[in-house]
């Protein structure tokens, strides 16, 4: 695969275009969202990150018949145990409603003291280079810290607002975009996968 080589990339989530634009910037690829293939959303029935991830991938090169990148991630608080996780974009109800998903989220925690709020982002990414690669690289990066009382910033997108970054001390949604994709979860998949194109000298 050459350096100019059209990717597809499973979303159509614009927060996720424009984080993906700029974590990939270093390279030269063409990073192009299924939509602009009128790819549909492929059915997220896999039960892990990773399942869904390349259900996503595969669906997009199927569509496309160019190699895809598909990113499955969400967001997982301890008291919850592990919840809203994989069906975090529909939390509550309706997909990627979200003001309603952190609304529920922070009722679920009423009352919860800060101790006990700890979570954790998780970002799986899945590159395939084609819909029967038996061998898609999997990456997976995740980021530490704890869900607010309230929202803060009009940074980012979906859980952002409520997620406090303690080694910055604000929310993730309080962050310049370059510091949060420098530190995000994303990111950290990201640098994963970039490692591991390097391996199989994709790059």
């Not at 974009?89 to 009352?111: M, P, S, V, Y």
């Amino acid at each position: 695969m050459t350096m100019s080589q059209t990717i597809v990339l499973a979303s159509n989530n614009a927060g996720k275009i424009k984080e993906f634009n700029a974590l990939l910037s270093q390279f030269n690829f063409e990073v192009k969202p299924q939509g602009d293939f009128q790819v549909a959303d492929a059915d997220e029935t896999g039960l892990t990150f990773v399942e869904n991830a390349i259900l996503k991938a595969r669906h997009a090169c199927a569509e496309t018949g160019l190699p895809a990148l598909a990113d499955d991630s969400g967001i997982e608080v301890d008291y919850l145990n592990g919840a809203p996780g994989i069906y975090s974009a529909r939390f509550a109800g309706e997909h990627g409603d979200n003001e309603a998903n952190n609304a529920l989220l922070l009722e679920k925690l009423a009352g919860v003291p800060e101790a006990q709020r700890s979570a954790r982002f998780h970002c799986v990414l899945a590159f395939m280079r084609h819909k029967d690669d038996p061998t898609p690289i999997i990456a997976h990066g995740t980021w530490e810290g704890r869900i607010l009382e309230s929202a803060e910033g009009v940074e980012g997108f979906g859980y952002d607002p409520i997620f406090y970054v303690p080694e910055k001390g604000c929310s993730s949604a309080s962050l310049p975009k370059e510091v949060k994709n420098q530190l995000s979860h994303r990111a950290q998949a990201l640098t994963e996968l970039v490692e591991a194109f390097k391996a199989r000298q994709i790059l």
